[in-house]
C-alpha cells in the first residue's frame, strides 16, 4: 500500500473515509501497515493501556519517543505522533523542541496537539517549521478533570458554538486533520461541513471524514473500561487469560514441553556420560 501524504489527507475530505488506529510497539505497527490502515496513530493513551497511568497526564516525552521509535520500526506508512501533556503549553520554543523529536528521534510524519485557540500559536510555529500537525477537540483527555471528567462535549449551544470555533481556529492556524472525541453526530456533521480539513471521529458518530479508534479497545484487549462509543470487534482478554492459564496447567502438570516441543541430539548421551562423568 503506498504511503499516504499530506495532500492525499486533505484530498479524502468528503471523499473515501480515512482510519487510524493506536499502535505502540512495531509487532503491532506490522500487523496494522499489512492491513491497510491510512494511518498509525502513536497515542498518549499508552499511559493507561500499557503503562498502568490513571489517566495520560503522567505520559513523558521519552516515553512517547520510545514507543514512537518502535512504531515507526515495524510501518513504513504514516506515523502520528502525541504530543504528551506539558510538551506544547509552555514555551513555544519548547514545543518545537519536543516536536522536533517525534520527526527526528522517531521518524513521525505529523504530531497531534489537543486544544482550540488557546493551542493556535503552537500550531503556527510547527508548521512554518515544517511539521504537519492535527488537531484534537472535544473531549481532550489530557484537560479532562476540567472539562468535568470523561463526558461529551457540546451538547448544549454555548459549548457547541465553542467547539466550531475551535475546529475553524485550528484549520485557520495550518492543521492538516481534526481529531473531534465525544461530541454529539449532527455537531460533528456541521463541524466537518464547515471546515475544509478532515476530520477524524472518535465517539463523533458517522459524519466525519475518517475513524479512530485505540486497538488494544477494539480488540477487547483493555478491559478496565469500555467507552460506549467502542465497538469490540474482537474479544481476546478472556482467550488470552485461557491460554495462559492453560500454560501455567501443562507446565506444573509435565505436559509441556513434550517430545515435539523438545530438542534431539545425534550422539549417545549415555556414552559422554561414561567417559567423561559429565554430560
Known sequence: ??????????????????????AYDASFARLLDDVGVDMILVGDSLGMVLLGYESTVPVTMDEMIHHATAVRRGTSGFVVGDMPFLSYQTAISDTIKNAGRFFKEAGCDAVKLEGGPEVCDAVRALVRAGMPVMGHIGLTPQTAGSLGGYKVQGKDVESARKLLVDAQALEGAGVFAIVM???????????TEKVAVPTIGIGAGPSCDGQV???????????????RFVRKYANLAPQIKDAVQSFTEEVKSGNFPDEKHSFTMQVDVEQLVAEDGDV
Open 181 to 191: 472525541e465525544c461530541i454529539p453526530n449532527r455537531l460533528a456533521q456541521v463541524i
Open 1 to 22: 500500500m503506498k504511503k499516504l501524504t499530506i495532500p492525499d489527507i486533505i484530498q479524502r475530505k468528503g471523499g473515501e473515509k480515512l482510519t487510524m488506529l493506536t
Open 213 to 227: 479508534l485505540v486497538t488494544h479497545d477494539l480488540l477487547g484487549m483493555f478491559d478496565k473500561f469500555v467507552p
